[in-house]
């Protein structure tokens, strides 16, 4: 399994992004998928996710601010991100569980919050 993620950049203080995973098979097969983040220094930390029937979870520092979706058809799970602060800056990680004892990361994209 082959998980690409993309959309990172940087944004000002306030502003939006919309993070992309892609996934090179039907995610459908996925139980759950979710996005993480690392900060420099900073141990690796789950910010949102969301299972096969379309349940989500966010971490408290993000609820209102950031929406997980996820798009069967296109095989893409996304992270729509507003209202962004400096310490959303990280490096932002897609990830794909089958069960739980079977999960896929994908390589990180960078996300850069000026104030």
């Known amino acids: 399994v082959q998980l690409q993620a993309s959309g990172g950049g940087l944004v000002q203080a306030g502003g939006s992004l919309r993070l992309s995973c892609a996934a090179n098979?039907?995610?459908?097969?996925?139980?759950?998928m979710s996005w993480h983040r690392q900060a420099p220094g900073k141990q690796r930390e789950l910010v949102a996710q969301?299972?096969?029937?379309?349940?989500?979870n966010y971490a408290d520092s993000v609820k209102g601010r950031f929406t997980i979706s996820r798009d069967n058809a296109r095989n893409t799970m996304y992270m729509q991100m507003n209202s962004l602060k400096p310490e959303d800056t990280a490096v932002y990680y897609c990830r794909a569980d089958q069960n739980l004892f079977q999960g896929y990361w994908g390589q990180g994209t960078q996300v850069t919050v000026s104030s």
């Open positions: 969301i299972t096969r029937s379309g349940s989500t």
């Open positions: 098979r039907n995610i459908v097969s996925f139980n759950t």
